[in-house]
């Protein structure tokens, strides 16, 4: 008996032991292929993790009979759908799934329904399903298989439209759906290409507004005929200048269309078309600055639309009738707007605004009274008031043009020289905005990290000009905007030249790989996220619906000339350039940047002997969506950053 007791003392001492152990280090998740990451210890995890330990709101849709809004929040692993009733009232969950739902719209005629859009890991080859609210029953509406993308609701709200891959798997064509009845989808329109996109219906449903965009700077709008089918040019090709529309919407009495479009300017100007004369009204000529995105009320009364002025962004207020700005909204905090979304009691303006102290929540503005109110209230697990606040600084760059990027320094308490992160956007036709950190707010206030946010040109935000910097030959011109940073970060004397790394995501990835490749020597380490490690094999290989838009920005790899140019440029060409340490993630499904981008540069790297650690999702696209393995790819760049950065 004695010696059986010794033997369970012994056997429950190894179990603890084994448990400890197991306790003392992060276990990757089951998706996550890893390789060359050591172990993270436990305690990372206990500090890093409640730095990720918050969540963001961001606004849906209205309830078109009730003051309630629809919202995408994440409360388990992924962003679902909620329903909130009042504001700071409580969030009712109505998707659980374990891919993100972030976008859908009610049925504008009672509200029984909703029409939401959802892939499966990753692979954005998105399906519509009809959400029912009294029973909560899901249905599948598309085919389950094509890529098809959520459009808008008829005026009479009976009918959906939507694009689809359906026919070829890679042309988007136009099709027309009552969600309440499956059996009436149809395909209205055939064309041909992957940038295609319904934006709104006539007043009489007899015509659908139709964007087709060739790139950032090329895009043009349509009218289809919604028995025929039949599509007809309303913005004709211009051989003098090309010209870019973004969203657009019909007038309520059917007589012109207003849009936004950087015809005749730098910059996207809110402008209401005749559609008679086709003759162009700009509305906004007095605001130097990109109209973002706006919103036309029910009545057709009011324009709400954002402006993006450095970065930051700037609410108003027209009115359609006088042809006049209301107002500027001055009384809301400063911060970065998304999409605004009229009631449809025509004054009451929900949209989300987050800044560097708020991760993102759902507002709302009477603008009859002017009363603001916050509907959602998102927690964070660490105290956000005292995270610093972006700084815009300018650099001179090799060719004297001036670049701007958003600096965030670490707290007082770090003294000395800083080491930098330089965190480069992926687009390229994006921007770096002032707004909430999320996870990497630990790299500042813990590690002491200084982080930067350059928009290198070929950034949108500084007009059409700047953003067409980049292009086709033009590639290497924005590596070199980020050596001329790397010269403005010596001279600072509060920041570290020795010890900088680069860290981007998408394009922004293949900016990091470059940067490691022709500037090995000014930096320590990098962070490539699905980046591109050569544009050649990324443009053959990425899906077919967005191919030839990609072939206008980075040149078309066809072309003898530019196939030339973009292999002796490519980073996975150049691998003995790659001197520094790098950590490689990547998404299995990513159907913009495949995987295999991924994989030849860390086998190349790993052949090599430059030291290069590697995370590939097995259930993730184009970046990581779900939580844990979120988690565990900021766990391993902080272990990455505190080995190879800091020491």
């Known amino acids: 008996m004695k010696k059986q007791l010794l033997f369970l003392a012994a056997s429950l001492l190894v179990s603890a032991s084994v448990v400890f152990s197991q306790q003392a280090v992060v276990a990757p998740p089951e998706s996550l292929v890893v390789e060359g990451v050591p172990a993270i210890p436990a305690a990372t995890a206990d500090t890093a993790g409640r730095y990720g330990a918050y969540r963001s709101a961001a606004v849906v849709d209205w309830h078109p009979t009730e003051r309630s809004v629809l919202i995408n929040t994440r409360f388990a692993e992924t962003p679902q759908l909620h329903l909130v009733g009042?504001?700071?009232?409580?969030?009712?969950?109505?998707?659980?799934?374990?891919?993100?739902?972030?976008?859908?719209?009610?049925?504008?005629?009672?509200?029984?329904?909703?029409?939401?859009s959802k892939d499966v890991g990753?692979?954005?080859?998105?399906?519509?399903?009809?959400?029912?609210?009294?029973?909560?029953?899901i249905t599948l509406l598309t085919d389950g298989k094509s890529r098809n993308t959520l459009g808008p609701w008829s005026a009479q709200g009976d009918e959906i439209a939507y694009t689809s891959t359906r026919r070829t798997g890679k042309d988007t064509d136009l099709w027309v759906m009552n969600p309440a009845d499956p059996k009436s989808d149809h395909l209205l329109t055939q064309l041909s290409g992957g940038g295609w996109e319904p934006l709104d219906w006539s007043p009489d449903d007899s015509k659908i507004l139709l964007l087709e965009e060739i790139s950032i700077n090329e895009s043009y709008l349509w009218l289809v005929d919604t028995k025929?089918?039949?599509?007809t040019s309303f913005t004709p090709r211009d051989a003098k200048e090309k010209v870019s529309y973004g969203e657009g919407r019909f007038s309520k009495d059917g007589k012109g269309i207003y849009a936004t479009t950087d015809k005749d300017s730098e910059f996207h100007r809110l402008a209401y078309i005749d559609l008679a004369t086709k003759q162009h009204q700009y509305l906004t000529d007095k605001i130097p600055w990109d109209v973002?995105?706006?919103?036309?009320?029910?009545?057709?009364?009011?324009?709400?639309?954002?402006?993006?002025?450095?970065?930051?962004?700037?609410?108003?207020?027209?009115?359609?009738?006088?042809?006049?700005?209301?107002?500027e909204h001055k009384s809301l905090p400063s911060g970065v707007i998304g999409a605004v979304r009229w009631h449809l009691n025509g004054h009451d303006l929900a949209f989300m605004l987050t800044n560097s102290q708020g991760p993102g929540d759902v507002y709302?503005?009477?603008?009859?009274?002017?009363?603001?109110?916050?509907?959602?209230?998102?927690?964070?697990?660490?105290?956000?008031?005292?995270?610093?606040?972006?700084?815009?600084?300018?650099?001179?760059?090799?060719?004297?043009?001036?670049?701007?990027?958003?600096?965030?320094?670490?707290?007082?308490?770090?003294?000395?020289?800083?080491?930098?992160?330089?965190?480069?956007?992926?687009?390229?036709?994006?921007?770096?905005?002032?707004?909430f950190l999320g996870r990497y707010n630990y790299l500042l206030n813990e590690l002491g990290i200084a982080l930067f946010y350059p928009n290198v040109r070929g950034s949108t935000g500084y007009g059409k000009s700047f953003t067409l910097l980049d292009n086709g030959l033009l590639r290497e011109d924005t590596y070199k905007d980020i050596n001329s940073l790397f010269d403005w970060i010596a001279a600072q004397p509060g920041l570290d030249a020795a010890r900088i790394g680069v860290m981007g995501g998408s394009y922004g990835g293949h900016m990091t790989l470059a940067v490691s490749t022709f500037y090995s020597d000014r930096i320590r380490c990098s962070v490539d996220i699905v980046g591109m490690s050569n544009l050649v094999t990324f443009l053959e290989h990425t899906e077919?619906?967005?191919?030839?838009?990609?072939?206008?920005?980075?040149?078309?790899?066809?072309?003898?000339?530019?196939?030339?140019?973009?292999?002796?440029?490519?980073?996975m060409n150049n691998i003995a350039k790659i001197k520094k340490p790098m950590l490689v993630i990547a998404g299995k499904n990513d159907p913009r940047v495949p995987v295999g981008e991924s994989d030849q540069i860390f086998a190349a790297l790993k052949k090599q002997g430059t030291p290069v650690w590697y995370i590939m999702a097995k259930d993730e696209g184009h970046g990581f969506q779900k939580k844990p393995n979120q988690d565990y790819q900021f766990y391993a760049v902080v272990e990455f950053l505190q080995e190879f950065l800091l020491k």
């Open 122 to 137: 990753g692979g954005e080859w998105y399906q519509l399903y009809r959400y029912d609210m009294t029973t909560a029953s």
């Open 86 to 116: 009042m504001p700071g009232g409580e969030r009712r969950q109505l998707t659980f799934f374990q891919d993100a739902v972030r976008l859908g719209r009610f049925h504008p005629n009672g509200g029984d329904y909703i029409v939401f």
């Open 292 to 327: 973002d995105t706006f919103d036309l009320s029910q009545d057709g009364q009011r324009i709400a639309f954002v402006t993006n002025q450095n970065g930051l962004s700037v609410l108003w207020d027209f009115n359609t009738s006088t042809r006049g700005i209301l107002h």
């Open 364 to 435: 709302s503005e009477d603008v009859t009274s002017g009363r603001l109110e916050r509907w959602t209230n998102s927690e964070t697990a660490v105290p956000t008031k005292d995270f610093p606040p972006a700084e815009l600084v300018e650099w001179k760059t090799f060719d004297g043009r001036m670049i701007s990027g958003f600096l965030y320094r670490p707290p007082a308490k770090f003294t000395g020289k800083r080491p930098v992160m330089v965190v480069i956007h992926g687009g390229p036709e994006g921007q770096s905005l002032p707004t």
């Open 544 to 571: 077919a619906y967005r191919r030839d838009l990609r072939r206008v920005e980075y040149g078309d790899e066809r072309d003898p000339q530019m196939r030339e140019f973009l292999e002796r440029i490519a980073p």
């Open 228 to 231: 025929t089918g039949e599509k």
